[in-house]
């Protein structure tokens, strides 16, 4: 048989991008071979014994948490009755290139695991929803409020140190302004506008990125007033991401002191997708978001 994707797409045109994260093509390639061996009527189980692995393995590929070995990809396409050579050689051509360093490799150092998977799902997701209890949201930190922010956290480490855990934060916002951006929808705590990390010139150059980013088409910011009392939040803060490709599930990510925690279950989702929306219906609008920031700026 001369298989190709279901429904006649031919593998994305785009996966071999040069600017694209390794993470994201490997999420993709991941994502056509699960295509391929649905169409092909085989069980995970089965792809797993071909590739002298497990299900969970084939989870891992099928989800681009691991890298890919040209030998299993190429067992796993004949597999699924991929024979047009064509076909063969630009998945095989993708899955060497799916294994090429991320943008934070060199970041190794000061990286630790849990945060490195974060950063390979926030390079992939099309949606990204965050609630923030204390500090302006990662993507949108002015240089000077993520070092004081950094201090905060790592208050022994020496100057080099904390400098290159800014310009990982720092280099995170190049999504932004990347071809194709992810959808993004922040609600913050009025806390996060009142802390003057950094003190008052840092803070107000700070809230006025706020305001800056709110005005960009793929973003969309929300603040919870003090005067609107409790709200749904009050547990702390998460994200939640969400991915174009209909395989891969929502996850949640909730960080802690010296870890992180990943929700995929779809009843752990829905409850904090419910909560954003609790918590988006009790902030102020974004246009009244805007009009309050820029009085605490005037006021900082």
Do not use: C
């Amino acid at each position: 048989m001369n298989a190709e994707v279901p429904g006649g797409e031919q593998p994305d045109p785009g996966m071999d991008e040069p600017s694209a994260d390794g993470f994201v093509l490997r999420v993709l390639l991941g994502s056509q071979l699960r295509r391929l061996r649905e169409a092909a009527g085989v069980t995970a189980d089965q792809a797993g014994y071909e590739i002298r692995g497990s299900r969970s393995k084939i989870s891992r590929i099928e989800t681009g948490r691991v890298g890919f070995k040209a030998r299993d990809v190429s067992d796993l396409l004949t597999l699924y009755g991929v024979t047009d050579e064509q076909t063969r050689s630009r998945l095989l051509y993708l899955a060497g290139q799916s294994n090429r360093p991320d943008w934070w490799t060199e970041y190794g150092d000061i990286l630790p695991d849990w945060f490195e998977n974060y950063l390979g799902l926030e390079s992939a997701a099309s949606t990204i929803r965050t609630f923030e209890m204390q500090f302006a949201p990662g993507l949108f930190q002015t240089e000077e409020y993520a070092q004081a922010v950094t201090r905060l956290g790592h208050q022994a480490a020496p100057a080099a140190e904390i400098e290159r855990r800014v310009g990982l934060r720092v280099n995170r916002q190049d999504l932004l302004t990347r071809a194709n951006p992810p959808r993004i929808w922040s609600v913050m705590d009025e806390a996060v506008l009142r802390r003057p990390f950094g003190g008052p010139v840092v803070m107000r150059a700070q809230l006025h990125r706020l305001i800056e980013v709110a005005r960009l088409p793929q973003v969309t910011l929300q603040v919870v007033p003090f005067a609107r009392g409790g709200h749904s939040g009050a547990s702390g803060s998460f994200t939640v991401l969400r991915f174009e490709e209909r395989y891969l599930p929502d996850v949640v990510y909730a960080e802690q002191l010296t870890s992180a925690l990943y929700l995929e279950q779809r009843s752990d989702v829905e409850h904090y997708l419910e909560v954003m929306d609790q918590l988006s219906g009790q902030a102020l609008t974004p246009a009244g978001t805007t009009r309050f920031i820029e009085q605490v700026a005037i006021e900082t």
